[in-house]
């Protein structure tokens, strides 16, 4: 039989994970079908466990229900843990085993991909929710000179801080204000403004020469994206190739073998050329 797969969510509809997983599966020769799950907002336990005991296999997690899944779990992974949110199930023997590939995604799409080197690097991270928390110890597992969290409400940024916080290099919380007369080689967009088209009050000159930024939402140039285009940033980028590469790290949970990312990425930025 067909191994079934699918992303859940509320809602989920505009998901671009189906298409991810089914070029996946094309290219690797795996035989499974990859569909979206729409969970009721109070309904997210119920609807894994129907669809685990009618035989799915694995399922990707988005919004709202990622720290639902990290309570669901009867097994996590460190980096799902660390993360204390989780995007990857995989049912295997009645046991619900729980992984965050988002960090590594992020990570994989910045070095691999842009080419860009973290290591000695400052970085920015803009908010301290799940999206920031999820990225903290693979972007720190590169060894970055420093690590700066900003957001809107400074006592998060703070505690998440210090939460995170390493001995081989500094990692500090702040708010947006705090961050005038600084700047960074990397920042990255974690907050959920780009999905509102909300921009961000940001100080000028926070971009240093050769500075890269990158945006987690996808599919459109945001108002962070704009911004830092204006402001001298060398390369600017979404976050479809995070997207791609945490689907590949899914991928290779489930199935064993790591897919080639770089033609599914391409031809995602074809069609949303076309769009």
Aim: proline share 4%.
């Amino acid at each position: 039989m067909t191994d079934r797969y699918a992303v859940i969510g509320n809602p989920v509809a505009h998901s671009r994970s189906p298409t991810i997983h089914q070029l996946f599966a094309a290219q690797c020769g795996q035989d499974l079908d990859y569909s979206t799950l729409l969970a009721p907002l109070d309904g997210f336990a119920a609807t894994v466990q129907r669809f685990a005991a009618s035989g799915g296999r694995g399922l990707n997690v988005t919004l709202p229900f990622k720290q639902e899944a990290f309570r669901l779990a009867t097994d996590v992974s460190a980096r799902a843990h660390a993360a204390g949110a989780v995007n990857t199930l995989k049912f295997d023997d009645g046991q619900i085993l729980a992984d965050n590939t988002d960090g590594a995604g992020l990570v994989r799409d910045l070095t691999a991909n842009l080419g860009c080197t973290i290591a000695g690097k400052r970085i920015l991270l803009l908010g301290a929710g799940g999206a920031a928390r999820g990225v903290i110890n693979p972007l720190c597992g590169e060894g970055p000179a420093h690590l700066q969290i900003a957001n809107r409400t400074v006592d998060k940024a703070r505690h998440l801080a210090a939460e995170f916080s390493a001995a081989e290099f500094t990692i500090a919380g702040c708010g947006f204000a705090d961050l005038a007369g600084s700047s960074f080689d990397l920042i990255i967009n974690a907050t959920s403004a780009s999905m509102s088209d909300a921009s961000l009050d940001l100080p000028a000159k926070l971009f240093a020469p050769g500075a890269v930024a990158y945006d987690m939402v996808y599919g459109r140039a945001s108002p962070f994206m704009r911004q830092a285009q204006a402001a001298g940033a060398t390369v600017v980028v979404d976050g479809l190739g995070m997207l791609v590469e945490q689907a590949a790290e899914s991928f290779l949970l489930w199935r064993g073998v790591r897919p080639d990312t770089a033609p599914v990425l391409h031809r995602l930025r074809q069609e949303l050329a076309a769009r």
